[in-house]
């Protein structure tokens, strides 16, 4: 594990801890809406570079359609919960 993404776990760690969690919340939720900074729902680079450093290997992995923004379906991906 490389001090990138332990840097993403603790910022999102964080996140969680500050926000109140409703019922239909999920950590993932929280993580994908942290680093959705202008909160439109979709991730794109500049806002993945924020937490995870400017990773273009690993953004474009995740971002299975290739358009430049991580659904949050595509940011599951990169965590690798496999959906
Ligand atoms: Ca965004
Ligand atoms: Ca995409």
Redesign the pocket.
Known sequence: MNKIFTTAILACLLTVLAMPIGADETKDHICFRALDTDKDGLVTFEEFAQHYGADEARFKTA?????????HE?YHGLLGHGG
């Open positions: 971002d299975a359609d290739q358009d430049g923004r991580l659904t595509e």
